[in-house]
């Protein structure tokens, strides 16, 4: 038989002298995991939404602007403008050339189909491609220039110009030249704009923006002709859209990214050959104008190619972390919609099961029962808890209240009421845990009822809480709690969490046989089951977990009765909530770590490790830490995504939110008129309650160990709430 001790008094290790300096470095540690998270997650998110802005085709139609500024020779003149000297040019290709361009690349699709289709006709062309694809795939920007072609740039994000302010400008050609240096060791000097077409479309502000690229040293290639292939016509269309007429010249715009590019690379198989035969020479734009601009592609500078490594990898990074962050939120997805079917599927079944008038649990129990109630200057609310408790319907019912220290006159209260079948032993501090193994050391009874301080329960409650020991394989009892103080809104966000976050899930376990915690609040034992599992540890700070899994683990049935109501006094301060559930989530987060060997292990604790702990891991430990990313991405995805579609995304899980509190209310036979407030409650309350999650991750990562923590009470819960309060 385990033997119970109260904790002896003596130097607490805390008090070490070395102690505070550990904890601010581990202060400091979770500090910093948490800020590397977030900038983690920002930069992924915002390299993202600037990489894959998404743009139209080159066609976009302008608005009717002034074109009063654009000078005359320009609009009049060629596709290819230089106003890099004191005097701007104006430049054609000549008569019987075509300078082939090809925008939006590179792609791993299409680009290297066009390129076979050059380079079966000897054919070189200009590739104005966008700097955020030149870092997803460099080689095919390599490829281009060995094959003999030009590289242009089509800017970074391929963003109207015209509507940045001039540094975005200045960075969009800056980023572009970086990358296209980091992939082929070269530069460029052309560039042509996202959205041009003819010179004489020319607008005022797109002047602007030319002369702007001008003074970083560009020239500006638009066209003569548009293919339309971005359409997709039809090859006859672009092939007729693309053909000259008479013996003109001209720079022809094609496509070699943004979508299907087949009809493209048919259209050029036709093209070409035609216009040989027509005794067309095709070139890059450099080799069409000849002497007239300098240079294709000079050596770029060493710095723009190390800057550029450094920006291809962050684009990679970003990338990889994109799609991990979409993988997660497909499996947060899949999880809580799979999560709402088995709530709907066996807690609905669990509860009709239940309340079968054919349903018994075996023989009815009468047994007298103990009941041991930790506390530590719990003065406020201890006794309309106690008197609660002492005056149960259940006959023979022993009540201990373990004092643990307290300063504030708790154990002289308890005294005060003079009720016959309450004892009050004091004992050195020593902890909540150490407190309910004096208490249970010191019942008379086999059956042991444990609740919290701050706890009223219903009179035929503990009755209604031992009736399933009439199954002798049952070894623990977890009751129903409620939230009693529910009348302001933080209150009733929570009482919302008590009834659809723990009690309709405590069912959902129970159908499975892996109820995690038996809660402080109100649960059941067996001498037995409590011996068996070693009594409760100080291992972990969530004692009331770590001690149903050794129930399990020990081969004792844990169920819930849902009919055993108990009405406990929720934190009413936001820092109170805080500081209780981040002992809650990390005291979890340990207990499952601490009995981790169960998979390997045979018989009851192995069939417990193998089935119910990754069960319990997935839907109390990964969904609630991933859960953040719906409502990251329904941030994101409204202003850089589809925002229908992001609606209607996040409206579905809204629904499926709402229908799972519905259904958890009725259940627990519970008025609905509390869930207005759940629009407000997901919106607000749920994200400090990932935040607690994400403090209570970085602690387990960092080791923290935290001692038992006492929160300020209000002394609301005297009497059980009103119903639908």
Not at 217 to 225: K, R
Not at 369 to 397: C, D, F, K, M
Not at 500 to 522: E, K, Q, S, V
């Amino acid at each position: 038989m385990t033997i119970y001790r109260a904790a002896q008094p003596g130097a607490d290790p805390a008090s070490s002298s070395h102690l505070p300096a550990v904890r601010r470095r581990r202060t400091a540690l979770r500090l910093l995991l948490a800020l590397l998270a977030v900038a983690l997650m920002a930069n992924v998110l915002f390299v993202e939404a600037y990489t894959n802005s998404g743009f139209a085709p080159d066609h976009a139609a302008q608005d009717a602007e002034s074109t009063g500024a654009v000078p005359a020779g320009v609009r009049d003149g060629g596709p290819v403008l230089d106003a890099t000297g004191p005097q701007e040019r104006s430049l054609r290709v000549p008569d019987r050339t075509i300078a082939l361009t090809f925008d939006d690349g590179p792609d791993p699709t299409w680009t290297p189909r066009i390129l076979q289709v050059l380079r079966r006709y000897g054919v070189h062309a200009t590739f104005f491609e966008i700097g955020s694809e030149v870092a997803r795939h460099p080689e095919l920007a390599r490829r281009v220039l060995a094959e003999g072609h030009q590289l242009g740039s089509h800017t970074f994000s391929h963003p109207q110009l015209a509507d940045l302010p001039v540094w975005r400008q200045r960075l969009e050609y800056s980023q572009t030249q970086m990358l296209i240096a980091y992939a082929t060791g070269r530069s460029t000097s052309l560039l042509r704009p996202p959205y041009s077409s003819v010179p004489d479309a020319l607008k005022d502000r797109d002047w602007g923006t030319v002369q702007e690229a001008a003074g970083q040293g560009y020239v500006a290639v638009l066209n003569d002709l548009d293919s339309r292939d971005w359409a997709r016509p039809g090859v006859d269309a672009i092939v007729r859209q693309a053909t000259p007429q008479g013996q003109a010249g001209a720079v022809v715009l094609f496509h070699d990214a943004g979508g299907d590019r087949a009809q493209t690379v048919a259209a050029l198989d036709r093209l070409i050959p035609q216009l040989q035969q027509r005794g067309y020479r095709f070139g890059t734009v450099a080799e069409a104008l000849g002497s007239n601009l300098g240079p294709a592609n000079p050596p770029a500078a060493a710095a723009d190619v190390w800057r550029g490594r450094g920006l291809a990898w962050a684009i990679r990074l970003a990338d990889v972390s994109w799609w991990v962050l979409w993988g997660l939120l497909i499996l947060v997805g899949a999880l809580t919609l799979a999560r709402a079917l088995l709530l709907l599927l066996f807690a609905v079944r669990h509860s009709r099961r239940r309340r079968s008038v054919t349903w018994s649990w075996g023989p009815p129990v009468t047994e007298p029962v103990t009941i041991v109630v930790p506390a530590y200057n719990e003065r406020t609310t201890i006794e309309p808890a106690v008197r609660s408790l002492a005056l149960s319907a259940h006959p023979g019912v022993e009540v201990i209240l373990v004092d643990d220290a307290s300063t504030d006159g708790t154990a002289e209260a308890v005294e005060a009421l003079g009720l016959d079948n309450v004892r009050v032993v004091r004992v050195p501090p020593g902890g909540k845990a150490t407190a309910l193994n004096t208490g249970v050391a010191l019942s008379r009874n086999e059956l042991v009822v444990m609740v919290d301080a701050d706890t009223v329960v219903e009179p035929d409650s503990v009755r209604r809480l031992l009736q399933p020991f009439g199954d002798e394989t049952v070894g623990a009892v977890a009751g129903n709690v409620k939230v009693g103080n529910r009348r302001g809104l933080l209150g009733k966000w929570q009482h919302i969490e008590y009834v659809m976050g723990f009690n309709l899930d405590r069912r959902l376990y129970d159908t499975f046989g892996c109820i995690p915690t038996i809660p402080g609040a109100l649960g059941a034992f067996r001498r037995r089951a409590l011996t068996d599992a070693g009594g409760l540890t100080t291992d972990t700070i969530a004692e009331d977990t770590d001690l149903t899994m050794a129930i399990h683990r020990a081969g004792w049935r844990v169920v819930y009765q849902e009919t055993a109501r108990a009405h406990t006094e929720a934190p009413a301060t936001l820092g109170q909530l805080w500081k209780q559930r981040y002992r809650w989530s990390y005291g979890t987060m340990q207990a499952i770590w601490k009995h981790r060997s169960a998979v390997r292990d045979s018989g009851p604790s192995g069939r417990f490790g193998r089935r119910a702990l990754p069960f319990i891991t997935l839907f109390s430990v990964l969904l609630p830490l991933l859960a953040p990313l719906l409502d990251i991405m329904a941030v994101y995805g409204t202003f850089f995504l589809n925002r229908t579609e992001t609606a209607i995304g996040w409206g579905a899980m809204l629904v499926v939110h709402a229908v799972t509190a519905v259904l958890a209310f009725r259940l627990d036979r519970e008025p609905l008129r509390p869930l207005w407030t759940l629009p407000l409650q997901q919106l607000v309350y749920r994200q400090v309650m990932y935040l607690v999650l994400l403090h209570s991750a970085i602690t387990a990562l960092t080791g923290r160990r935290l001692r038992w923590q006492k929160l300020r009470r209000t002394g609301e819960v005297d009497v059980v709430p009103a119903p639908g309060a």
